[in-house]
């Protein structure tokens, strides 16, 4: 096994280095920094993150705006999201992750809807905050049951310096209802990571610090903080969290609201999925109110029974009690699930490249199916992101920070992968070299994955992607 393990060292270290051959000398000094070969008992994957992109290399990043409106903001249903730039940002934001939400659009639900006020070339020369206060109050009598708005700005906001806190204060004065300004300008840091910080920062300032909620809370109070629902992802979580006997006062920001967020204070636990998003927000909560938060997953069999009993330990026998007999009621339902679709799927190899918390919480999902992780990098992960995943993945796995299009492309023709998961950027590209791909930004369309309900979900869809037989009927285009 070890002669195993130090021929994929070997391969994977001669494979970064074949893509830093093909570079200029100074961009191939800094890309080493990025590309790693994780090695067993280091305390992290040996690699820089959080560095900006080198101009030129097809990064799959995205901007600050995305990762505030797209993720931190857009999800939250009671409020109208406005685009505050050019109608560009805003109608790419409209194609938003699937993020579910319960209730009828423009009443109660504004999720499905896109407001955007469409700078033009006389707005950059002249200001847009008189734009953005007409915006509003057309906002306000179009959709009177809105509980608020955000203002999520675009780059040229920031360029030339709108003051939009300015209006946000006095438009929420006259009409009565939260409004957050967003500083989220795509230009701010090296990607969509800054974004939620921002994000996050907002919700701090004009909703947290600012709310009065009447709450009662209860001993077995938690907010589920950091999904996004797609799918239909929180709403599978929620079902077990409820069934062990704890009540979920909030969720945010998938189907969540601007109340659920004022109350979320008075949780006596916060749990945390998507820990790149929303560890910001969470570590607030417990420097100020004294909330403990836990990550957690629910990907897969066994993550989900090893979450539930983390919760479970921070309260009482009867909620620990509650957990057992929740892994116990699916526990027949799993093994039908592991039964039906492991001997397909056993021994086959993944390669992900995915943000958020996707390139490590998913590894043990496929591993329940017998499947191997044999790549894994984010997009715009941080130092301890890279830290967790250490305590995921197996030694001699390619690592691969903020990975160009020709990197990837390269590492996946080299290794063959029996499924790559990466995002809609990359879909196509792999498709056509006959690699089976899904889409783990937001499921392929499909879903939920989280949850025991979405584990027999996610099975299903990894079968149908690796053993359609397509793969064997199609070729290359450039290798005809």
Same mark, same amino acid.
């Not at 203002?151 to 006259?174: F, H």
């Not at 679709?341 to 490249?353: C, D, S």
């Not at 997009?379 to 995921?392: A, I, K, L, P, V």
């Given at each position: 096994m070890s002669a195993i393990i130090d021929d994929t060292k070997a391969r994977n270290a001669a494979l970064i280095g074949e893509v830093l051959e093909v570079y200029p000398e100074k961009a191939a000094k800094k890309r080493a920094r990025h590309l790693n070969v994780y090695e067993e008992g280091k305390p992290d994957c040996g690699v820089k993150s959080n560095i900006k992109s080198i101009p030129g290399v097809m990064t799959i990043r995205g901007c600050a705006y995305a990762g505030s409106k797209g993720v931190v $903001?857009?999800?939250v249903k009671d409020l109208v999201h406005i685009s505050h730039g050019p109608v560009?940002?805003?109608? #790419?934001?409209?194609g938003t992750r699937r993020n579910y939400a319960s209730g009828t659009g423009g009443v109660d639900n504004f999720t499905v809807m896109q %407001?955007?006020?469409?700078?033009?070339e006389k707005d950059i020369v002249f200001g847009g905050d008189k734009k953005l206060d007409k915006v509003i109050d057309e906002i306000n009598a179009l959709f009177p049951l809105a509980n608020g708005i955000t203002i999520q700005s675009e780059c040229p906001i920031g360029l030339i310096g709108d003051d939009i806190e300015a209006v946000a204060k006095k438009k929420a004065k006259e009409i009565g209802k939260t409004i957050v300004p967003v500083r989220c300008e795509g230009f701010r840091g090296v990607s969509q990571s800054l974004g939620h910080h921002i994000g996050n920062d907002c919700i701090r300032d004009w909703v947290l610090d600012k709310a009065q909620s009447t709450f009662e809370p209860g001993p077995y109070d938690v907010a589920i903080i950091g999904d996004y629902n797609i799918g239909g992802d929180a709403w599978s979580s929620r079902i077990l969290l409820e069934e062990m006997?704890?009540?979920?006062?909030?969720? $945010?920001?998938g189907d969540g609201t601007l109340k659920e967020m004022e109350k979320t204070p008075k949780a006596r636990l916060n749990l945390l999925?998507? #820990? +790149?998003s929303m560890n910001y927000i969470s570590r607030h909560m417990e420097e100020k109110y004294g909330i403990p938060w836990v990550e957690y997953n629910f990907f897969g069999p066994s993550k989900i029974a090893e979450s539930l009993r983390e919760i479970a330990s921070h309260f009482d026998d009867t909620i620990k009690e509650g957990a057992e007999r929740v892994i116990a009621r699916y526990q027949a339902m799993t093994d039908a699930v592991i039964a039906r679709y492991r001997?397909?799927?056993?021994? =086959?190899?993944?390669?992900? #490249? %995915?943000?958020?918390?996707?390139? +490590?919480?998913?590894v043990g999902a496929y591993e329940d199916l017998g499947m191997? %992780?044999?790549g894994t990098g984010y997009e715009f992960g941080h130092g301890d992101d890279y830290q967790r995943t250490?305590? #995921? %993945? =197996?030694?001699?796995?390619l690592i691969y920070d903020d990975v160009t299009s020709f990197e990837l492309e390269h590492f996946v023709d080299k290794i063959r992968p029996d499924l790559v998961g990466s995002g809609v950027k990359e879909k196509y590209i792999f498709q056509k070299m006959g690699v089976p791909f899904r889409q783990m930004h937001s499921w392929d369309y499909s879903g939920p994955y989280h949850g025991y309900d979405g584990f027999a979900i996610f099975a299903r869809d990894m079968d149908m992607a690796i053993n359609s037989p397509v793969w064997g009927m199609t070729r290359a285009p450039w290798k005809k």
């Amino acid at each position: 096994m070890s002669a195993i393990i130090d021929d994929t060292k070997a391969r994977n270290a001669a494979l970064i280095g074949e893509v830093l051959e093909v570079y200029p000398e100074k961009a191939a000094k800094k890309r080493a920094r990025h590309l790693n070969v994780y090695e067993e008992g280091k305390p992290d994957c040996g690699v820089k993150s959080n560095i900006k992109s080198i101009p030129g290399v097809m990064t799959i990043r995205g901007c600050a705006y995305a990762g505030s409106k797209g993720v931190v $903001w857009g999800p939250v249903k009671d409020l109208v999201h406005i685009s505050h730039g050019p109608v560009g940002c805003g109608q #790419y934001s409209w194609g938003t992750r699937r993020n579910y939400a319960s209730g009828t659009g423009g009443v109660d639900n504004f999720t499905v809807m896109q %407001v955007t006020s469409d700078f033009q070339e006389k707005d950059i020369v002249f200001g847009g905050d008189k734009k953005l206060d007409k915006v509003i109050d057309e906002i306000n009598a179009l959709f009177p049951l809105a509980n608020g708005i955000t203002i999520q700005s675009e780059c040229p906001i920031g360029l030339i310096g709108d003051d939009i806190e300015a209006v946000a204060k006095k438009k929420a004065k006259e009409i009565g209802k939260t409004i957050v300004p967003v500083r989220c300008e795509g230009f701010r840091g090296v990607s969509q990571s800054l974004g939620h910080h921002i994000g996050n920062d907002c919700i701090r300032d004009w909703v947290l610090d600012k709310a009065q909620s009447t709450f009662e809370p209860g001993p077995y109070d938690v907010a589920i903080i950091g999904d996004y629902n797609i799918g239909g992802d929180a709403w599978s979580s929620r079902i077990l969290l409820e069934e062990m006997g704890l009540r979920v006062i909030a969720q $945010w920001s998938g189907d969540g609201t601007l109340k659920e967020m004022e109350k979320t204070p008075k949780a006596r636990l916060n749990l945390l999925h998507c #820990y +790149r998003s929303m560890n910001y927000i969470s570590r607030h909560m417990e420097e100020k109110y004294g909330i403990p938060w836990v990550e957690y997953n629910f990907f897969g069999p066994s993550k989900i029974a090893e979450s539930l009993r983390e919760i479970a330990s921070h309260f009482d026998d009867t909620i620990k009690e509650g957990a057992e007999r929740v892994i116990a009621r699916y526990q027949a339902m799993t093994d039908a699930v592991i039964a039906r679709y492991r001997p397909r799927l056993a021994g =086959k190899k993944v390669m992900l #490249y %995915v943000g958020g918390l996707r390139p +490590r919480h998913v590894v043990g999902a496929y591993e329940d199916l017998g499947m191997e %992780v044999v790549g894994t990098g984010y997009e715009f992960g941080h130092g301890d992101d890279y830290q967790r995943t250490s305590h #995921y %993945v =197996k030694d001699g796995t390619l690592i691969y920070d903020d990975v160009t299009s020709f990197e990837l492309e390269h590492f996946v023709d080299k290794i063959r992968p029996d499924l790559v998961g990466s995002g809609v950027k990359e879909k196509y590209i792999f498709q056509k070299m006959g690699v089976p791909f899904r889409q783990m930004h937001s499921w392929d369309y499909s879903g939920p994955y989280h949850g025991y309900d979405g584990f027999a979900i996610f099975a299903r869809d990894m079968d149908m992607a690796i053993n359609s037989p397509v793969w064997g009927m199609t070729r290359a285009p450039w290798k005809k």
